[in-house]
């Protein structure tokens, strides 16, 4: 007689209402001797993958004599465990897959929205500038890797996008404007694992300035503060060399006195209030060792802001997401 096997369409199962979804196959098979060679016959075999879902795999296969010569062959499936697939390439070859959240974050300002400097009354800086929130869009990516790689994650992290950076073919993101937060593993990972979902936290917040600095950076995440200081640079009146000192106001009876608040300076180290002066009734000078190192000036005529790059920059094409 020969081997003849029916699947039941009526008998596909499919439960969605636990953690762990399962499905079940049913199979009637005739022609056959033994429970074995029934199993045989409809070509099921545990891990074998389920026609419902490519990511749920056989877990058990039973036979059973329901009638003379006729055997009926029930087939469950659940989820792949984590980190295993039939075919270690079917989950690499899945897209990243991305979440957006909206979060805040607190830090002192130096501006206000239009770019004016926060200056009390009389026009000098606060030593404690006022704080507000801003707030931030996390992008959440997760893509399925071969293995974890801490030091990538160790690499990347805490650094802002050296350049423009694409993500899911439609998000342009210009250089600076992105902080990678955090490497890690989605869940639980084990040494015979295939492929690890690894998890990627991008933070994006907003710049004041539209336009990128010298170094091709957005300021972001630059830190930034009013140039204001109490001391300069001046020549002394017997020669030597400039040299710093106190930035001195006409005090009490006309004499000299040290400047009690930071007095707001040009980007050059010398004073934007042209009556201010230094030690010795000197003039001030631009400081002679130019911008410091590393700094930026942004010149908004009401004041001057400098600004410093306080996260290392790297190129985000390297996470090849």
């Known amino acids: 007689m020969p081997v003849v096997v029916t699947q039941r369409w009526s008998g596909v199962s499919f439960n969605q209402s636990t953690q762990q979804p399962m499905a079940k196959t049913i199979f009637d098979v005739s022609g056959v001797a033994t429970p074995s060679a029934a199993i045989a016959a409809t070509g099921v075999s545990i891990n074998s993958p389920s026609g419902l879902s490519q990511y749920m795999l056989c877990?058990?296969?039973?036979?059973?004599?329901?009638?003379?010569?006729?055997?009926?062959?029930t087939a469950t499936y659940e989820n792949c465990p984590v980190g295993f697939f039939p075919n270690p390439l079917a989950p690499l070859q899945d897209p990243p897959k991305y979440k957006w959240e909206c979060?805040?974050?607190s830090e002192a300002v130096d501006r206000d929205p239009t770019g004016n400097p926060i200056t009390n009354s009389?026009?000098?800086a606060w030593s404690n500038p006022p704080t507000?929130?801003?707030?931030?869009?996390?992008?959440?990516v997760i893509k399925n890797q071969p293995q974890y790689n801490p030091s990538m994650a160790l690499q990347f992290q805490d650094n802002v996008n050296?350049?423009?950076?694409?993500?899911?073919?439609?998000?342009?993101f210009n250089p600076g404007v992105m902080l990678c937060k955090s490497i890690?593993?989605?869940q639980w990972t084990s040494q015979a694992g295939l492929y690890v979902p690894v998890e990627y936290v991008f933070e994006m917040r907003t710049s004041i300035k539209t336009t990128p600095d010298s170094d091709g950076l957005y300021d972001n995440y630059k830190a930034r503060a009013v140039d204001a200081g109490f001391r300069g640079w001046y020549t002394p009146k017997?020669?030597?060399?400039?040299?710093?000192?106190?930035?001195t106001t006409t005090g009490d009876a006309g004499r000299p006195q040290a400047a009690s608040v930071e007095i707001r300076l040009d980007g050059t180290g010398q004073p934007i209030d042209t009556t201010s002066f230094m030690v010795e009734g000197q003039p001030p000078v631009p400081n002679p060792k130019g911008v410091p190192k590393g700094a930026f000036v942004?010149?908004?005529?009401a004041a001057y802001f400098i600004k410093y790059n306080v996260y290392p920059s790297i190129d985000f094409s390297g996470l090849g997401l």
């Open 122 to 124: 009389a026009g000098d």
């Open 162 to 172: 050296s350049a423009a950076v694409i993500f899911n073919n439609q998000w342009i």
């Open 184 to 186: 890690q593993p989605a």
């Open 132 to 140: 507000r929130n801003f707030s931030v869009l996390c992008l959440r």
């Open 103 to 105: 979060g805040n974050t």
């Open 298 to 301: 942004d010149n908004l005529s």
């Open 238 to 247: 017997g020669g030597g060399g400039t040299i710093m000192g106190a930035i």
């Open 59 to 73: 877990s058990s296969v039973e036979a059973e004599l329901s009638k003379f010569d006729l055997y009926e062959v």
